[in-house]
């Protein structure tokens, strides 16, 4: 069972699960879905503008047909003035937004959805406690994912501990950047910690993900020294991480700490559809591929190497 926390410290480009970012609600709008009946803009109590340009051109036509929502900001072919209409067509970008949700209860296709709810750790234990045969018969069990789930800890922490009384096996995924008490209270209720290492130089993990990198690996370390079950993670991200260079200096590190299962993540470029439903702009306008079989390969012979020192 995997459940998604949101709020998180980090703001990768690349992140797979953008609505974690932001710790409250907010709504998507899936552009295939969406049929352009209207009655979201109906049900909305707010003041709208008419998505039409002066020549009568339909901006939200232009948008669905020609961009699918997946780069009006930066639409070379609108003004200014157009791109800010274009832009208030994403429901949550109007100004003055309470997220009430009626446009998304107004919505017959779906195309419409609230991400993010108010549930309490009752709530959640019973879901996980009705899929407890499945644990048994595979090993399985709960995985607190996010956005980062250590920005809720005491929640997160009351969850794990409930699961673990039952005998459900834990997982953790995070990005490390938490405060070292958080982790330290946490880690006995823990059976997994599933560790992202993006990079090991502070600037430039700083640069890419508004945070530098030095508590992450200190918080890393102390782990190593509890002798926590991890499983570090290194999503390869073209540009940022995947030379040569780059991954000789993380496996370099991991080694040095003592981590011994590390894992490659190749880049997947299916993010920016999730950024493109928050009305979000993503950092390519064109995502690069993942990267090729021989690269990932020589890759991992580096990770391999510096694990067998």
Known sequence: ?????????????????????????????????????????????????????????????????????????????????????????????????????????????????????????????????????????????????????????EFVGEFLRQCRGLGIHTAIETCGFVPPEVLERLAQDVNLWLYDVKHVDPAKHERWTGRPCSLILRNLSALVERKAHIVARIPLIPGFNDRVGDVEAIASRLGQLGVTHVELLPFNPSFAAKWQALGRAVQWNHPPTPQPRPQIDLLRSIVDRHREK
């Open 1 to 153: 069972m995997l459940v998604l926390m949101k709020g998180c410290p980090l703001r990768c480009p690349w992140c797979h699960n953008p609505e974690g970012q932001r710790p409250e609600r907010q709504i998507t709008h899936l552009a295939v879905k969406c049929t352009r009946c209207g009655r979201c803009e109906t049900a909305c109590p707010l003041p709208h503008k008419a998505a039409v340009r002066p020549n009568g051109t339909d901006i939200l036509e232009c948008s669905l047909q020609a961009a699918r929502f997946c780069g009006f900001q930066q639409a070379e072919a609108c003004t200014p003035d157009e791109k800010s209409v274009t832009l208030a067509l994403h429901p949550a970008a109007r100004p003055g937004c309470k997220l009430c949700g009626r446009c998304v209860e107004a919505c017959p296709t779906g195309a419409l959805q609230m991400v993010g709810a108010d549930v309490s750790v009752e709530a959640i234990l019973a879901m996980a406690q009705k899929d407890m045969p499945f644990y048994r018969a595979s090993g399985g069990g709960v995985t607190v994912s996010g956005g980062e789930p250590l920005t809720q800890p």
